[in-house]
């Protein structure tokens, strides 16, 4: 018995998108469901009873940057991650991999593992599957990820196809040193680039190594969207029916309505909260800047059609002016301003899905979000 189970309440007619329920030890999740970043323990700038107002159910932590600061075994001593950060719901992890490719410089990935310097102090550290696996042991999230290799885009085909090889003897060895399956759910990872032949062998290849649940790896890593969306087309659908799909870093609104189309329960993305910070939120009628001069005495709210803490209480006028004068308030309140949007998008996707009219919701939200082919 794992720790997480994945319940199928409903497919879509029309298309592949599916309603379910992720049962995990720190409750029901409904799905398709957006899962806010708490990169280092923490979503920036959110308390947990913010994000369990905002009906945020799970987060996601980072494994490589709380292994880096403030370290695994702290975090253990303190009762592992949900007690460290007071987070009772649930919680995912990734393995690091990504940013120990992505992150970090001078780097050397070998069969064993990868060598690589800190992007804090510069200092030597060593990974290995293993290694990803204790880490994400001690950290104690309900669901952990195997240690896989990201690939950049573009690459070469030969070299993504030995890149998918050692990813798939890495995740037998994750299996191997994962022991507490009732505890915290391994999750295999899809690789193998932008290549139709890599990915569905990757694909039928980690379904064989019978996982609880299943990441779409190597997305969202600037490739244009439309050949995300080929990817998933040539994936999902190799994936078991009773378990869950992650597609891992995604997403902008519109990548989120694409993936729930294509059958994906799961996604995460920094986005919403990273671009807060900057000033810029998602409306209805598409992205706005709301620190922009142009907002500088306008006295509507961020979003006309939004009933957040933030859009009820605040103009963007003052906002803006939190922005300018560098206060703190501002970015929490396009913070809950963004969260809240992604998670009400997640809730009209699940009642779409209800009522089988998805595709039409897709075609609604482009004619007034408009539609960036980036
Ligand atoms: C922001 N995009 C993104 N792509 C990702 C791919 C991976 C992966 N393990 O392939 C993990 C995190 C990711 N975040
Ligand atoms: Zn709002």
Known sequence: MDAISYELIKKSNGCDARLGKLHTPHGVIDTPVFMPVGTQATVKAMSPDELKDLGA???????????????????????????FMNWDRAILTDSGGFQVFSLSNLRDIKEEGVTFKSHIDGSKHFISPEKAIEIQNDLGADIIMCFDECLPYPVEHDYASSSLNRTIRWAVRCKETHKDTERQSLFGIIQGGMFKDLRERSAKEMVALDFPGYSIGGLSIGEPKPIMYDVLDWTVHLLPDNKPRYLMGVGSPDCLIEGAI??????????PTRI?????????????????????????????????????????????????????????????????????????????????????????FYAKYGYNRD
């Open 262 to 271: 294509r059958g994906v329960d799961m996604f995460d993305c920094v986005l």
């Open 57 to 83: 159910h799970i987060i996601l932590s980072n494994t490589y940057h709380l292994y880096m600061r403030p370290g695994e075994k702290l975090v253990k001593k303190s009762g592992g991650l949900h007690k």
């Open 276 to 364: 807060a910070r900057n000033g810029t939120v998602f409306t209805s009628q598409g992205k706005l800047v709301v620190r922009n001069a142009e907002y500088a005495e306008d006295l509507r709210p961020m979003d006309t059609e939004c009933d957040c803490y933030a859009c009820r209480n605040y103009s963007r006028a003052y906002i803006r002016h939190l922005f300018k004068a560098k206060e703190i308030l501002g970015a929490r309140l396009t913070t809950i301003h963004n969260l809240h949007f992604l998670i009400k998008l997640m809730e009209k996707i699940r009642q779409a899905i209800k009522d089988d009219n998805l595709l039409k919701l897709r075609d609604e």
